[in-house]
């Protein structure tokens, strides 16, 4: 079992810049990767960005060159570096983890955060 807590979410204006953090708890020695994922009422959860335990990094096209995710293995603690953001960029973002390579497929993910808000105002 894996307890995952994000946080760092908040309001910034379009052009702003956050970071994510999302803590890991528990069996966390074998897992393999871990994600970023947004959703918004009304619409499906989406791929945001994703890290396996060798470094490889996956992200959406809507996101390449202005987020970047990393990895504190020693802290257990994942991250997301959000840059340039745009008010299409607010949703609840969400932490992942498991013990295959699942990278962006939300449906496939069994260890969630609660999630945390982002929202970008014009």
């Known amino acids: 079992q894996v307890q995952l807590v994000e946080s760092g979410g908040g309001s910034v204006q379009a052009g702003g810049s956050l970071r994510l953090s999302c803590a890991a708890f528990g069996s966390t020695y074998s897992l393999v990767c871990m994600g970023w994922f947004r959703q918004v009422p009304g619409k499906e959860r989406e791929g945001v960005a994703a890290?396996?335990?060798?470094?490889?990094?996956k992200y959406a096209d809507s996101v390449k060159g202005r987020f970047s995710i990393s990895q504190d293995n020693a802290k257990n603690t994942l991250y997301l570096e959000m840059n340039s953001l745009k008010p299409e960029d607010t949703a609840m973002y969400y932490c992942?983890?498991?013990?295959?390579?699942?990278?962006?497929?939300?449906?496939?993910?069994?260890?969630w955060g609660q999630g945390t808000q982002v929202t970008v105002s014009s």
């Open positions: 992942a983890a498991d013990y295959a390579y699942y990278y962006l497929r939300a449906s496939a993910y069994n260890y």
């Open positions: 890290i396996d335990s060798e470094g490889t990094t």
